[in-house]
């Protein structure tokens, strides 16, 4: 069973439209968690970090659930620019696991 | 402040030759990581640091595949005997310390032909 998962997509949605991704985890141990983006032939790059209180920025909130071990990330009023591929990161001891991404394409 | 960099951009090799890639972390990240990524593909983790001891080598794919970090700072990732299949972006991250959020470095190229 792999560390961390996700969805792939791809989610196609309308501009406003609200999207969730969830990914699950294995380990139950697992201390930190983490949302990046990464936009097309660019690096990965941080959105935010999550909480077990759950956090937000704007538009986009964070959740983790450790009884069912995932965390989610919900995007609200979707922008253009919110196009990319959305990675969860999970740390488990020593090693941080990515996930393979779920891409996001926010249509006119 | 400067982020995480790396050089070169890009690299193009014919098979065979060894390369070396650099990479700077943000200034007082104790720890640093080497990734690859082929297109379309997830990150693959090749080697983490602290400081200049690496604990974890578990994603070096073969004995071809070799990292250091001098000064608690810079690292080069060297391949040697360089093959097509290593053809990929390599991605350095570093952090604050082992469990706080990484920054990446915008990646070498890597183009083996």
């Known amino acids: 069973r792999k560390e961390v998962e996700q969805d792939p997509g791809p989610f196609n949605v309308p501009e406003g439209a609200t999207v969730a991704f969830n990914c699950t985890y294995s380990n139950s141990a697992s201390q930190s968690f983490f949302w990046y983006r990464q936009d097309c032939r660019k690096e990965p790059k941080l959105l935010m970090s999550v909480y077990s209180s759950g956090n937000e920025d704007g538009r986009f909130t964070a959740q983790l659930n450790r009884a069912s071990q995932y965390i989610s990330l919900l995007i609200r009023d979707s922008k253009l620019s919110d196009s990319a591929t959305y990675l969860c990161?999970?740390?488990?001891?020593?090693?941080?696991?990515f996930g393979t991404g779920t891409s996001l394409t926010v249509i006119p | 402040g400067a982020g995480v960099s790396q050089s070169p951009s890009n690299k193009v090799t014919e098979k065979g030759k060894d390369v070396e890639l650099r990479c700077d972390p943000i200034?007082?990240?104790?720890?640093l990581y080497w990734y690859r990524q082929s297109l379309g593909q997830g990150l693959e983790f090749l080697i983490y640091f602290q400081g200049n001891s690496a604990p974890d080598k578990s994603g070096l794919p073969s004995d071809r595949f070799s990292a250091e970090r001098t000064g608690g700072s810079v690292s080069t990732l060297t391949i040697q005997r360089t093959q097509q299949e290593d053809s990929a972006v390599y991605l350095c991250a570093s952090s604050r310390t082992r469990d706080y959020e990484q920054y990446f470095g915008p990646g070498t190229r890597l183009t083996v032909t």
């Open positions: 990161v999970v740390n488990s001891g020593n090693q941080f696991y």
């Open positions: 200034s007082g990240h104790t720890a």
